[in-house]
């Protein structure tokens, strides 16, 4: 399974100010995502993660540490100076695959 740019966007569609909102929501709408096809965190084989500020780097590898537990996808992190939406501060990419 592949997925697009998940964002941080909430089930109404709003996206918070707080980084750590934003990377909270975006991977939980992953998780979501992942189980409507039967899969999990655990199946997750790459990750793409987007970030627009450097200094939310730490912030962001606690996050990832406590969403992907023991999970170890092949992951590649890059900083842009922009996404979609002037707000939007994150944006995930996974391939997962039930092996």
């Known amino acids: 399974m592949l997925t697009s740019g998940t964002p941080g966007l909430d089930g ?3 996206l918070s100010q707080d980084f750590g909102v934003q990377a909270e929501q975006a991977w939980d ?4 995502v992942l189980a409507t096809a039967g899969l999990a965190i655990g199946d997750i084989v790459r990750v793409t993660h987007f970030l627009t ?3 939310d780097l730490e912030a962001y590898r ?3 540490e406590k969403k ?3 999970s170890t996808p092949v992951s590649t992190l890059v ?3 922009g996404l979609p ?3 939007m501060l994150i944006e ?3 391939d997962a695959a039930a092996l």
């Open 79 to 81: 900083f842009v100076a």
């Open 85 to 87: 939406w002037p707000d």
């Open 68 to 70: 992907l537990g023991s």
């Open 12 to 14: 109404e569609g709003h």
């Open 92 to 94: 995930i990419q996974v």
């Open 53 to 55: 500020r450097r200094e």
């Open 62 to 64: 606690r996050i990832c």
């Open 29 to 32: 709408n992953i998780v979501a």
